[in-house]
Structures are given as structure tokens and as C-alpha cells.
């Protein structure tokens, strides 16, 4: 294949040379000998150039100017298990239509059941639902095998679709491998989801096997969910079997017709794997969903091992030894990704319960009690723990950890400054971005890299990211679209049912032919770190100027008065400069209100941002819409406020909270 221009030719527009601006603190050195005690050091040391490299912007460099061969060399590094001929990379003519080491079987199974004692930890469970449960790696591979067995006695086979109405639990974590194994497809949704979220979802890719829980526990309170999961089990008509998991009612039979997880398991098997194509399909990832349905994105076996290889082992340093936490439910990518831990020998914790509760120092208790040593969590709870005046390195044994990941938003400054003053001083804080179009990352950390307040450390190996202007030229210090100029394994094999993929080539390859538009906005510094500021779906105009969301959230948001806020910017018809509203929640123990808070509000944004930034309106609001993996919804109340129905914007299956959104009705209808 041809590469894309080489990612030297990333330079300013010649009549708009970048201001020159000062680089935020340093918050975090990487040791002296990170590059001789590190896989990334070790991989670093043996490609590209004699000697290799010490320098992570020379190593990205030429991970994508020779993408290939940083594929194929990060393939042998990582030992990666397969029948046939590895020497054929890729091949096809366009980025839309690549295909990875098409020469080429394995199994992602095979890759997370593989190579370590049966005695060490694999996976650790805490539940609000029940006591909390360890399952070694002879355990894990045991009950794989059992799962396997029963899920080929149910008829499962390759191509087929297991679905999942499962919390985050051990036994998900057998379910999906049990599948993979197998060679069939695994989806899956928490058992808060309603009834239509999960139709709209599961119904698309027409599952043979449903496997779900009775009820779970949040936030102390029990939900019972057999009704919800018997309303699933019919609006499914390509089932032929359901798989009834006890959890939080296991005193209660399971429905009529259904089976078992203690028959589905009773019986011992092989541990047997379905080598497949390297793309053949492993799992199905869903969108949002709220407009219409959820896209339904297929990724394959082959694309999803490499790249998490490359995500756990190059740039968070996870291997053997390794405890890896990430706080996630079983509908987000990130619970995916936590599974993946170990396809790199570590072991995985699992947490199904209510990250408040009974307080926000719940997840830092169970990183220690766990020996976590990578813990993830998103950018919203660490900015509400620093709301919350906490100090986590006060209330609990942090001392095993070695990193802590933030993603799911930007993280702005301060909440990096506070990470640095109430956790730890002397570990990474790893802020990475991707998505579940391709279930990994874009840009993040790597433990060669410093870290920056408020800033991402690095682009990822292998990802020819950039920030493209409206003309589709690349610059530095500029804020662009996050462009891919090249193919990554883990692009997507398709959409659902989009057999021309005609579909998949208009979501992600229209703006720019050629190139993969993401959707957000990025901004690259001189130092190779970057900014995220938001969606580019939801980008405020102001005079001409292009203004990211998450830059005006991360000075809002670190107000202590403020709980939440959303920002839209209205177009004007008539082609005037339209109106900018800001909608504040205001924190209950807020000293000021109001008139008052409003005021601190605009001060702060001007002063920290610019004139430009401060909004036309500021107004109350009793809370901000969000989708069930805790996104803003900026487009749909724009739309909202512009006048369109809420049948037509969103469906409320698809939120966390669907009752905030007839307070911007109202105020539209004013």
C-alpha cells in the first residue's frame, strides 16, 4: 500500500504561524531508566534503526512512517499465536477497504487463556450484590472450557451471536472468552439498560443465545430485572435458547424454558480454539444511540489482540504480575478493554455497583483492596472527587499502583493538579482518548513520556493521528479535526448489515476521502502532547472563531459552586452571530446562587479563557441529559432548542437520566 504523507509535513499555514505558548507544568518525569525497564523500552531498543530508539517522538515517527513494519515487529515483540503466513501486512488499495494480515488465523481466546500458572489470580470480583470472589487462571480455563461446551450444546457455532444482559462480573468475563473461543460473536448490555435500549441493540444482529442476570444492586438499593430480562427474551425472535444467571435474587427459580448457568456450565470440556481469520468477527460494540438506532460496529479478532497488545503493553506497561482495574459497565468499550488484561497476563477486576456509594472514596478502596496497580477511571469522577475536597492517599493503601488512566471526557488542568496533590506523586496519570468505533486509542500515555497538566502525553504508535484545518492540511499548535491518515488493525471489520459498506465509508471516510474523521476536535502541541476539546458535532462559533466544549467545561466545571453544566451555541437564521447558552447545575452546598453565581461564572471564563468565551446567557438547570456511558447530549439539546420534538432527537432508552431533558423543552417553549 501507499503511505500517507510522512507526519513531517505537519506544519502551520505560512500566513498563520502558531502564537507562541508556554507549555503547562511538568507533572509527572518518567524515571531515568524507564527506557531499559519498560516493554516500550524493550521494543523501543530493537527496531527502525540500528540501536533503535530512545526518543518517543522518533519512535512515532517511525511506527507510521513505515507502518507496516512497526505492525509486523510489534507482532513478533508480543509472541502473537497463528497458523499460516504473517509475511502479507495488509493489503487494499484505500484505508476504507484494508484488510490486516489477510494470510493469517488465530483466536483472542487463545491469546487470554495462554501462558500462566494455574494458580495465579486472574480475575477479581466485587459486587454490592455478593461477597467478593477470586478466580485463578486454572479456575478461568476451567470454566471456559465448561461454558464452551455448553454454549455447543445450545448449537453455538462460528458466526453465531451470544448476547449478554450482564453486570460487570466474572462470569461475563467467561461468557464473552467462551464465545471468542468458539469463533461466534458476543454483545452485550448492562442490566440497567431498559428494555428498548437493549432490543434496539441486540435485535439488529438477530442472537441465537441470550445470557442474563435476575436483578443486580446499586447504590444499596436491589433492582429486580426479571420482568425486563422475559420482555428482552420475546422481543428477540432469533433466539433458541436463554441462559438464566442467579445473581441478586438466587433464591428465586428461573423462568420456565429457560436454562441454567450452572447446567450451561455443569458439564467439563476441552479447552479448545477456534482459529479464525484475523478479521473474522469477535465482538459487536454499539453507539450511543441517541438518534435512531445504534450503530452496530463489528470488530474483528486479529485488529482487537494487536492493538491491545500494543494499548496494555507498549503504552500502560501492563504485563504478568499486574492487577488491572478500570471502572466500567459491560455497554462500554472500556469493559472490553479491561477484559483484555489478560491477553498480557494480567489480572482483571471486575466491580458491579455504584461508584458513590457510600462515598466517593469507594473505587480508591477497592483499588487498594484489590493491589490494583492500573486503575481506570473516567475524567467526570475525578473532577467530582476534587469537587468533593477528597483525599484519596489519606483514606486508603494506594501504594501498589504503577499508573492511573482517565478517559470518557478531557480532563482539564485541574484536575490533574489535583491528582498530583491527593493520589500520588510519583505515578503517571494517563489521559487517553479513543473510541468504540475502534475499542482502543488514538492519543494517550506512554511510560517514556511526561506528563503535562492537562494535556494527553503522546499519539499512540502506529496511529497516524493529526489535526487537519477545513482544507484538509495538517498542522501543529492548531486546533483541526482528529484525522487517521493511515489504516489502524482495529478500524472497524464493518457496520452490521452494511454489506456494500456503503454505511461505514459515510460515517467515518466522507469529509476527507481518504482519511478517517473522527469527530472531535484536537489540538497538537510542538512537544508531540495533545488537547482534546471536544465534539466537532458540537463545536461553538463565536464571531468566526471555533471555541471547543471542553475547554469552557474544564473552567466551569473546577468551579466548586458547579455540579454539571452544557453548553450550545443557537445559530441565527439570519445569518447574525446566534446566541451562546450555558446551563449550570449549581452544587447543593453552592454559597452562591443565582444572579451571584452567574456572574462569578463569567468572570472565571474570561479570565481564564477569553472574552469570546463568555456566554450570551447563563441559565439554571435542574440537571444535563446524559447517554448511558455518561456523555453530554450538546447535540440533541441543541436540536432541542431549535425547535425539533424529543421523539425526533433522542430516544430516552438510551440516557442515564431521560427526565432533564423536559426542563430544556420547557425552557425552549419558555
Known sequence: MTPSPPPQSERPPPSEPPPPAAAPPVLWHPPADAWRTTDIGRFAAGVGQPGGFA??????????????????????????????????????????????????????????LSGQPDDAVAVLGFSEARAPRTMTWGELRDQVARARAGLARLGVGPGQRVVGY??????????MLACASLGALWASCPPEFGVRAVTDRFGQIEPTVLIAVDGYRYGGRLVDRRAEANRIRRGLPTLTATVWLPYALPQEPPPDGTVAWEALVGEAGPLE????????????????????????IVHGHGGILLSHLRDLRLHHDLGPGDRFFWFTTTGWMMWNYLVSGLVVGAAVVCFDGSPLHPGLERLWQLAADSATTC?????????????????????????????????GAPLPAAGFHWFYDHVRRDIPLASVSGGTD?????????????????????????????????????????????????????????LWNDPDRSRYRSTYFEDFPGVWRHGDWITITERGSCVISGRSDATLNRGGVRIGTAELYGVVEAM??????????????????????????????????????????????RAELSPRHVPDRIVDAPGVPRTLSGKKLEVPVKRILAGDPLDAVVSADALANPETLAFYQRWRDG
Open 55 to 112: 526518543d518517543y517522538e522518533a519512535l512515532w515517527r517511525w511506527s507510521v512512517a513505515d507502518i507496516d513494519r512497526f505492525w509486523s515487529a510489534l507482532w513478533h515483540h508480543a509472541g502473537v499465536r497463528a497458523d499460516g503466513d504473517v509475511g502479507t501486512v495488509r493489503v487494499g488499495e484505500r484505508i476504507d477497504d484494508t484488510r490486516w494480515f489477510p494470510d493469517c488465523r488465530l483466536s483472542y481466546a487463545e491469546h487470554a
Open 166 to 175: 450482564l453486570p460487570n462480573i466474572p462470569e461475563a468475563v467467561v461468557a
Open 273 to 296: 480454539f477456534t482459529r479464525v481469520p484475523f478479521d473474522h468477527p469477535l465482538w459487536v460494540l454499539f453507539s450511543s444511540g441517541t438518534t435512531g438506532l445504534p450503530k452496530s
Open 375 to 407: 486503575l481506570g477511571l473516567s475524567a467526570p469522577f475525578l473532577m467530582a472527587c476534587r469537587r468533593a475536597g477528597l483525599d484519596p492517599a489519606g483514606r486508603a493503601d494506594l501504594g501498589a499502583l504503577r499508573s492511573v488512566g482517565s478517559t
Open 438 to 494: 475502534i475499542c482502543s486509542i488514538f492519543v494517550g500515555h506512554a511510560p517514556t513520556v511526561p506528563v503535562w497538566a492537562g494535556e494527553i502525553s503522546c499519539r499512540a504508535l502506529g496511529a497516524d493521528v493529526a489535526a487537519f484545518d477545513a482544507e484538509g492540511r495538517p498542522h501543529i499548535g492548531h486546533q483541526g479535526e482528529l484525522v487517521v491518515r493511515q489504516s489502524l488493525p482495529s478500524m472497524p471489520v464493518g
Open 560 to 605: 466548586p459552586e458547579v455540579a454539571d453544566c452544557l453548553v450550545v451555541h443557537l445559530a441565527d437564521p439570519a445569518g447574525g452571530p446566534g446566541e451562546l447558552i450555558l446551563f449550570v447545575v449549581p452544587a447543593p452546598e453552592a454559597a452562591a446562587t443565582g444572579e451571584e453565581l452567574h456572574g462569578a461564572i463569567a468572570a472565571r471564563i
